[in-house]
């Protein structure tokens, strides 16, 4: 790859377009330019009857004269006054497209902000001197802090709203200086609240003392962690060089922070996965905060794993100077945690929390013990009303939102299921609507039964809504210290979808106003809540006995995370002499998975996990990946994952002879919005051999597509890496 021709030089150049994979125009096409063009420039140029958006990817020196320009059509436009999007960059891109199985120019399109596409050098131009006035602001991008070392326990230098930087715990401190040593990807291994996030804004802050125009990445699994996040690193680090890079985003602002990003302004970038992604020219430091979270694997498009993705990005980066990647969680993926163990990652240790805080102690309630059908058992009721009579909060989990999954009739056994999926209808109270969760179709609940006109239809099972519903009443004696009544809250998808309720639900939660909060795992996640110091799991026992292999790993890390809530500020807690706990009401008080959780050991969690995996050849001891399929019918779905292994097969493809293929299988949930959908597992011992397996089987399938039975087929795709099955 050319990065610099001569100056005056007309070239042809191969650019990169959002084709989509399947569209059989190959990953970019030809155009000529007359003037000199780098790769990772930015063009638009024509492509049939449309302009579009391209990304410079190899540049061709010009042939001899009248040959030039022959067929190739021209660039229409270049934007010059954009540094080109650098090497590091397209190499990432190009291996997320191959490792992941789609289009190199569908994967690299996908990461600019969409508003690019719809600007010209003009209006670009005026975007980026916006950004250039907004700069010059902050002394050319340097960020307050980053100058001199801060001396622990003092005030960071050049910051206003007086934020006193702590003084590392021990534990910290010896993190810390393994970090400056490490020269590998990093598993910090640190117990809810042993000071992690601090850790992050120590080793940014290392960063820029040693390189003030260095950059930072961290990525946080979820939206809703991101305003945390960015007033914590804004507080210590000046909010101008901090952004965020996430979908809850306007156009306008995702694009003007990737610019910040691309130009080097921001120091700092936080966001969620699809910030991996993010052009940073000087990227020195990668964060992957709870590194175990499903939520880093995309489900739709290129199926990437951001956090697989941060370490190699990492790498790659280390090719030209030290960049560190660090993946912090209380309770690791046992991929991270068995790389570790391989001594592929270097593992650092926190176990203790800030200020010697205790770990919540672990309660089972054994609801064989408790009067039948409650929703909270006797106990669990008297904790919370003692709690919120004392000031402290609680929270009360349950991953599942509406008020009820199910409406039934009992007298013919009818049941509100989807019309469009195999599927119930979720029943939600609130507005009296039966809603899929699956395809999003919503009705109104009928006033009788549609079956046979029974007019006793009643909710079967439990969701939020009834348990908030439920704790109201349970709690309406119940007193706060000041005398007043004791306030319960819901926080789900369902009561944050309004603007701004989320961030008002989380600061009534901070500002104590909120005495019970009950949630589904998004409250169990990161936030650092002050005043809890009970969290109570219902309804956890499915995840002792699903399916999917990975379910004891989930609910452990959910269970873990969500104690991690409660009990995190050592001096409140003192204060209030109280006793920082865990309830869990299950049928099985008895099974494994509660021992290991009652000591917060993940390592013999891990441990015993592992063993199992190892056993079975389960990953991280075999790879894996998802051919799936949609049609209109189950059988049609099924015939053409069939007809794909049979020609995988038949064509006796690189790998296959280290590698499994299953039968192909409905999923668990097979019809979603009127379409059927089958997956094939392919699985093998070897990673290379599974790639190389993947790569050769493309163009046969996309051949496949084209003749019966893929001519019924709507959409295939193929998942590396599945973390759901
Ligand atoms: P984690 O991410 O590991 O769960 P946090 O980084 O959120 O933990 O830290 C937990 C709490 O302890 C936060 O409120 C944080 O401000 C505080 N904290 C972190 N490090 C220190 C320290 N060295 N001294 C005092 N407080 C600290
Ligand atoms: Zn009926
Ligand atoms: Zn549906």
Request: aromatic letters at 6%.
């Amino acid at each position: 790859m050319t990065e610099q021709l001569p100056p005056t030089a007309a070239c042809s150049v191969e650019v990169v377009l959002a084709t989509p994979a399947h569209s059989g125009l190959g990953d970019s096409l030809s155009y000529w330019s007359s003037e000199p063009l780098q790769p990772g420039v930015l063009v638009r140029v024509p492509l049939g009857a449309r302009e579009v958006l391209g990304i410079v990817w190899q540049v061709h020196a010009p042939p001899p004269d009248g040959l030039s320009a022959d067929g190739l059509k021209p660039v229409r436009e270049s934007f010059a006054t954009l540094p080109p999007l650098q090497a590091n960059w397209r190499a990432l891109v190009a291996f997320a497209a191959r490792y992941y199985q789609r289009g190199l120019g569908e994967v690299a399109l996908a990461a600019l902000p969409p508003q690019l596409r719809e600007l010209d050098g003009a209006a670009l131009l005026r975007r980026l001197k916006k950004l250039d006035a907004a700069a010059l602001g902050v002394g050319g991008g340097t960020v307050p802090g980053a100058g001199a070392p801060v001396a622990a326990g003092t005030q960071a230098p050049g910051l206003g709203p007086a934020a006193v930087v702590p003084a590392p715990s021990p534990e910290q401190a010896a993190v810390l200086a393994a970090l400056a040593q490490s020269t590998q990807p990093v598993l910090l291994f640190g117990a809810t609240g042993s000071g992690k996030t601090e850790v992050y804004l120590r080793a940014a802050q290392a960063l820029l003392q040693q390189d003030p125009q260095a950059q930072a990445l961290v990525l946080v699994p979820e939206i809703n962690l991101t305003p945390q996040l960015e007033a914590r690193f804004g507080e210590r680090f000046g909010t101008h060089g901090v952004v965020a890079l996430h979908s809850g985003l306007s156009p306008a602002q995702r694009l003007r922070h990737w610019l910040a990003a691309h130009c080097g302004q921001a120091r700092i970038v936080l966001g969620t996965r699809m910030a991996v992604f993010a052009s940073l020219p000087r990227l020195r430091l990668i964060v992957v905060d709870e590194e175990h979270d499903p939520s880093y694997k995309s489900q739709d498009g290129a199926r990437y794993s951001a956090r697989d993705l941060a370490v190699y990005r990492a790498r790659l980066e280390s090719g030209t100077a030290r960049c560190q990647v660090i993946l912090g969680s209380a309770t690791p993926a046992l991929e991270s945690w068995h790389a570790a163990e391989q001594g592929r990652y270097q593992r650092l240790q926190m176990p203790g929390r800030i200020a010697g805080a205790a770990l919540p102690r672990l309660r089972l309630l054994d609801l064989n013990q408790q009067p039948r059908q409650c929703l909270i058992a006797p106990p669990l009721l008297a904790q919370l009303v003692a709690r919120a009579a004392r000031g402290e909060q609680s929270l009360v989990l349950l991953n599942r939102r509406g008020y009820a999954p199910v409406l039934a009739c009992h007298a013919c056994g009818w049941k509100s299921d989807c019309p469009h999926c195999s599927a119930h209808a979720v029943f939600h109270k609130l507005d009296r609507s039966l809603r899929c969760h699956h395809c999003g179709h919503a009705s109104p609940v009928p006033r009788a039964c549609p079956a046979c006109g029974n007019l006793d239809i009643a909710p079967v099972g439990r969701g939020t809504e009834q348990v908030e519903e439920h704790l109201g009443a349970l709690l309406a004696e119940a007193r706060r210290p000041d005398g007043s009544p004791v306030r319960v809250a819901r926080l789900d998808a369902d009561s944050t979808r309004a603007k701004g309720s989320l961030h008002s639900r989380l600061a009534a939660m901070h500002e104590g106003e909120v005495d019970v909060l009950v949630g589904t795992q998004m409250v169990a996640k990161g936030h650092d809540f002050r005043r809890i110091t009970l969290v109570a799991g219902l309804n956890v026992d499915s995840g002792l006995f699903a399916s999917d292999y990975r379910a004891p790993e989930r609910l452990f890390a959910l269970l873990l995370q969500a104690a991690g809530r409660a009990g995190r500020d050592a001096a409140f807690v003192a204060a209030q002499q109280a006793e920082v706990e865990l309830w869990v009401q299950t049928w099985y008080p008895q099974h494994p998975l509660f021992a290991a959780l009652a000591r917060h050991d993940y390592p013999a969690f891990a441990a015993q996990q592992l063993r199992e995996r190892a056993s079975a050849q389960m990953p991280p001891f075999s790879f894996q990946a998802l051919l799936r399929a949609e049609a209109r019918t189950q059988a049609t779905a099924q015939a053409w994952l069939q007809a794909a292994a049979d020609a995988a097969r038949g064509a006796g493809l690189p790998g296959l002879a280290q590698s499994t293929l299953y039968p192909p299988l409905p999923l668990t949930v097979q019809r979603v919005a009127g379409v059927e959908r089958a997956q094939m597992l392919i699985e093998s011992p070897s990673r290379p051999a599974l790639q190389a397996l993947l790569a050769a089987w493309q163009p046969l399938l996309h051949a496949l597509r084209r003749q019966p039975p893929g001519r019924g087929l709507l959409r295939w795709a193929i998942d590396v890496d599945p973390v759901s099955l």
